[in-house]
């Protein structure tokens, strides 16, 4: 499969729909296909030379990952397929064959995550005290409508009452509906403050991914990432 593959496979362990950046060291030059014509539809063959290449990892589903780097100074996209049973674990290694992925080559993926915890913190924060009844009108305003009718000067009336109109003119009647008024009670909040505490826990996702032809490690392939979140872990009273 190849490097490349091997970033597919690491975008799809780590994360489903974020793009990844690395480093694709390729020691030995490999051939694999590109996307071309409309949409990308058709495939061609590109060979990677032998060197370094900042290369990013775009995954478009759970089976399928696109490797997006730079060639002769001009934009490839290879597409790398990953069968469903594929699972590499957050910390572990797996091996994605070529008859999987689509590409020439057997992908070696070995990718771990560890994370880190902070001490305790606090900050002051809005909560609810409670609810007080209070007394609100709201108003509708009124709506105007109008129509086009045939103008009377076209229309007329025989002994039973039939009103006939014949002709093009017309005039505009509106109507208008007065608005309305609705009062009564509502629940409204009384705001307070409390202090809340936290923990910010980072998170460190390392990949390493090797293209192997046999037992050859033909490029490889290094992503690092890390990311914080924070915690509640508790919380005072709301004063």
Known sequence: MKKLMLLALAS??????????GDLQVKSAITVEKKSGFLGRKRELITI????????LNPTSKTNINLVLKVDGKKAKIPFSVAP?????EDGKVVIHAADSGQPYDLEVNSDTTSSR??????TESCVLGY???YRCHTTPGETECR???SPSNCSRDDDGVVTCTGNDTRQVCHTRPGSTEC???QEAIYGHHQVSYVDVTTY???KAFIVEGSAKLASFKHSSSSTSSHSVGSSACY
């Open 12 to 21: 799809t362990l780590f994360v489903a729909c974020d793009s990844m950046k």
């Open 205 to 207: 996702k390392n990949l």
């Open 118 to 123: 902070s001490g305790e913190y606090s900050r």
């Open 49 to 56: 030379e032998e060197g370094s290449y900042e290369a990013v």
């Open 132 to 134: 007080e009844s209070v």
């Open 148 to 150: 086009d009718v045939p």
């Open 184 to 186: 009564g009670y509502e």
């Open 85 to 89: 049973h594929q699972v590499l674990p």
